[in-house]
């Protein structure tokens, strides 16, 4: 083949390449409205209504994505925030309980609750419940334990909140209280406590002269018992038969 062939053949093939240049269209090319136009006419006549009102509403969506971001980073610095108060509360606490006059103690626990962070609250309630009853302030010592007896409810914690209101109750002369609290919790105490509960329950009811839920207690709590020779089922046992003369 001469070179003036070759030089024919090669002007040929440039120009199928310009002309397949010319024919092809890239999907990204032209302006924006071309686009969409495009992507318009590739969806299905089902998408349709979702796709225009997309379309429509494109700002407040815009809008939307944009007021969310704004309260995820909110909700990240809050609970950053947060998490450094409760930080910060635990340290207050233990400087607190560190000092030596339980009165002192007292006062600053009751002023740390108001502003401490839930988390807490439990914790500081305890503390004053135990501090108080040093000051033989038995009524705040109570109003503590029942807060964590009714946040708890029938936790472990709960429960011993309550049976520790309980106590003071009758400490106090409010058997009342003693024996609704009692017979509030039994039933959810562990087989071990219930025992002890209906034991602590009869002799609240004995107190206040109810004989027959005094004796129902104590035979309830026996019959928790697989060693009849124990001691509390002997000492219950002479109790119900004290009572039921």
Known sequence: ???KD???NSQVKQAEIVKDKEEYQSPYAGSADDLLKEMQGEISPEATPLWQFINDNAPKIAAIVV???VIIGAYA???GYHENNIADAKEQLALIISQKDNKKVLADLENLKENAPSEIRIAIELEIAHYATTQND???AKEAFNYVMNEEKYSSLGITAAMNAAALSVHTGENENAIKIYEDIVSHCPKDVQSVV???LGEAAEKIGQKDKAIKAYQDGIALFEDV????VIFYKSRIK???K
């Open 1 to 3: 083949m001469s070179l």
């Open 6 to 8: 070759n030089k024919k």
């Open 67 to 69: 007021s969310l971001v």
């Open 77 to 79: 610095f809050y609970r």
């Open 138 to 140: 038995f009524a705040k």
């Open 198 to 200: 209906y034991f602590q």
């Open 229 to 232: 020779n124990s001691t509390d």
């Open 242 to 244: 004290e009572l039921s």
